[in-house]
């Protein structure tokens, strides 16, 4: 993976833009696919890679941590929550949902400036 390399001053997560960095790769990865138990584990292992990547790029000082969950579309729904303790003032989070007809996919990412 790259050297981090602070680019900016700016303080405060931007979710906005971690938002659409998210949205890009689950599109890049999932857009246009069926859902295939047998290429789970590859999507995602690609889209947290690929979002990772591209947090890191954006140099800024956090710690990025990135989850995907892809589950098959059922009558029984898909449900997530996550809890943290951290400085709201700069610390932040983002959640991305995203379906087709046949599965589901939530990423998470949560930066903690250093």
Excluded: P
Excluded at 3 to 26: L, M, P, T, W
């Amino acid at each position: 993976m790259e050297e981090y390399q602070r680019h900016s001053d700016e303080v405060g997560f931007n979710a906005e833009e971690a938002h659409n960095i998210v949205k890009e790769c689950v599109d890049g990865v999932l857009g246009g696919e069926d859902y295939n138990q047998n290429n789970i584990n590859q999507w995602t292992a690609s889209i947290v890679e690929q979002c990772l990547a591209h947090l890191v790029k954006l140099g800024k000082a956090y710690k990025y941590i990135v989850t995907c969950a892809v589950v098959q579309k059922s009558a029984y729904g898909f449900h997530t929550a996550s809890s943290c303790f951290w400085d709201t003032t700069s610390d932040g989070t983002c959640t991305v949902r995203w379906e087709n007809r046949t599965m589901n996919c939530i990423v998470n990412v949560f930066a903690i400036a250093i």
